[in-house]
């Protein structure tokens, strides 16, 4: 607080000329995936921390190669909650959820409007200036300085910026009563010249310089959120055409929908790695531009302490003045003009800044058409050894079990590793023998081909940790297998990626076939097998994309 007026004190070092590095941009939250992209002027003095888990930023010259679409064939009748029924335009308009829809503009700068922000700011503060020029003519000369001071006020903007009632701009009408009634006679000339004359000039001086570093972030405002939605479009189309041709086939062997899915997936990961970073942008600029118009009204507020000493000190006549630019001036929130500039500024949904409150969209919460489609259900999921071929031994790797086929992955992580190792169809598989509890190995056999004609087939040999967890494997094959239609359905819709007990053993109880000599070494695969060393390295030292929409300098005033 200022010893003399009592107002609040606040550092101006972000606005002296010419030292403008010290305003840098708000610390970032560390839990924050920062994407890359090309450097720009804010991207140059701002580096954000870095999370170790973030996704894999997308590259900017990589664009979507077309693929061959799947052949359709029999018959396109729709079906009662079909796909095919789905209107994407429809989701678009009225799903925030929906893989086509943006939660921020796409085609459009906001630095046009900070830079018409604060050039009005520009124009309120020469007018603050203009005001108290004239008190302090007023307290030279009684008889001469009333009229002008209170021709200022007349002649002070009053532009639809801010807010029209409530705001820092209602002490104009708190000042136009009081010179309406009141003659003042005192010698605070110096003191205004001074403390507040000085103060607004210098202040809407370093507010200049600022307009320049707006300027400047336009480029973090460019981006590639359509041409990604419109990735995504096709990536879906390919998927329905893929489930489409999956149904009227009844299978048949053909393509795995739940790998298309992987697909879809990815592409969406690229559109939300863009989307994210032009919406961390907006954030960033809102909350920069906030602090600046904060320090503006606190400098304001800081001028007007002044003011009010002297009007205090003026007699009893002036108090009620005083009472009234406390409300007006101190009292109101440093942000209250800046929360009501988004608001108006974002209203309708286009253009403008972005509120706020608008969160920042996840994976888990995208919809598509057919997310929910049985035949794209991970049925069960998990680390099992398969023995190899042609030798004794075994090898671990991760398998996920979807409705058609077992598949083998060489990590459970699907960002890093989309691709199967290896797939088995189920319905042209049988299930041999397994394991007894006493046996040293738990495992079971599984007669299966993969797909391709060059493929014949082959008794295949898995190998769990446990009795139990082998069974369950067991189980779940065996449902799929001998299980069609409605009862499939409902079999996959209840055992989605959830982990269930097995009552009983199988069909099968002899395991003669299952022993060898060399095979009585026990089950010791590790989760961490899966997880090479070097990958993960490789991961955290990726380069990551700066936050765009921060100020490149810090915003602080230092006075």
Request: contains cysteine; neutral net charge; proline residues 6%.
């Amino acid at each position: 607080m200022d010893p003399e007026t009592g107002a609040p004190t606040t550092d101006r070092n972000i606005l002296q000329h010419p030292n403008t590095e010290n305003l840098s941009p708000q610390a970032p939250n560390p839990n924050t995936i920062i994407p890359q992209r090309s450097d720009t002027v804010a991207s140059r003095t701002s580096r954000a921390a870095q999370d170790p888990q973030a996704e894999e930023a997308p590259q900017r010259s990589g664009t979507l190669k077309k693929k061959n679409s799947v052949k359709r064939s029999g018959s396109r009748k729709s079906k009662p909650g079909s796909i095919r029924s789905i209107k994407m335009e429809q989701q678009e308009q009225l799903d925030v959820n929906s893989a086509f829809y943006t939660p921020v503009p796409t085609n459009n700068s906001p630095t046009e409007l900070l830079v018409n922000r604060f050039q009005a700011w520009r124009k309120v503060l020469k007018d603050f200036i203009t005001y108290f020029r004239e008190v302090q003519a007023q307290y030279e000369s009684r008889a001469r300085g009333i009229a002008k001071v209170t021709q200022s006020l007349h002649t002070t903007s009053s532009t639809s910026e801010f807010a029209p009632h409530g705001g820092i701009l209602e002490v104009n009408n708190v000042l136009r009563d009081f010179h309406k009634e009141a003659t003042i006679n005192s010698e605070h000339a110096a003191k205004i010249e001074r403390d507040i004359i000085n103060s607004l000039n210098g202040l809407r001086s370093d507010l200049n310089l600022k307009l320049k570093e707006i300027k400047a972030l336009s480029p973090d405002f460019k981006n590639n959120v359509e041409k990604e939605k419109e990735g995504t479009k096709k990536e879906i189309q390919k998927l329905q055409e893929v489930i489409r041709a999956f149904e009227e086939n009844q299978g048949n062997g053909g393509k795995d929908p739940y790998i298309h899915k992987l697909a879809v997936e990815r592409q969406l990961r690229r559109q939300l790695q863009e989307e994210n970073y032009l919406h961390r942008a907006y954030l960033n600029i809102e909350s920069s531009g906030r602090e600046l118009e904060k320090l503006i009204v606190l400098e304001i507020q800081k001028c007007y302490s002044v003011y009010i000493s002297i009007l205090s000190r003026d007699g009893q006549e002036l108090l009620d003045l005083s009472s009234r630019l406390t409300t007006t001036t101190l009292q109101l929130p440093p942000d209250y003009e800046w929360s009501h500039f988004i608001t108006r500024s974002s209203a309708g949904g286009t253009g403008g800044l972005v509120d706020p409150s608008i969160p920042l969209r996840s994976l888990s919460s995208i919809t598509y058409p057919g997310y929910q489609h049985p035949l794209l259900t991970e049925v069960r999921s998990g680390m099992l050894e398969r023995k190899s071929k042609y030798l004794k031994s075994f090898t671990p790797a991760w398998y996920v079990l979807s409705p058609t086929y077992l598949h083998e992955f060489k990590s459970p992580d699907r960002v890093r590793d989309p691709n199967p190792v290896m797939s088995l169809y189920l319905p042209e598989s049988s299930l041999g023998k397994y394991s007894d509890p006493a046996a040293v190995s738990h495992k079971f056999a599984l007669k299966a081909k993969q797909p391709g004609s060059l493929h014949r087939g082959h008794n295949w040999v898995f190998r769990a940790e446990t009795h139990q967890m082998m069974l369950e494997w067991y189980e779940a094959i065996k449902k799929l297998i001998e299980v069609r239609g409605k009862e499939r359905e409902d079999y996959v819709a209840t055992n989605n990626t959830r982990m269930r007990s097995v009552s009983g053993a199988g069909s099968v109880d002899s395991q003669e076939d299952l022993q060898d000599e060399e095979d009585e070494q026990p089950y010791s695969a590790q989760a961490s097998d899966l997880a090479p060393v070097e990958e993960i390295e490789e991961e955290k030292q990726r380069p990551k994309r700066p936050e765009g929409g921060r100020f490149p300098s810090d915003i602080m005033i230092n006075r």
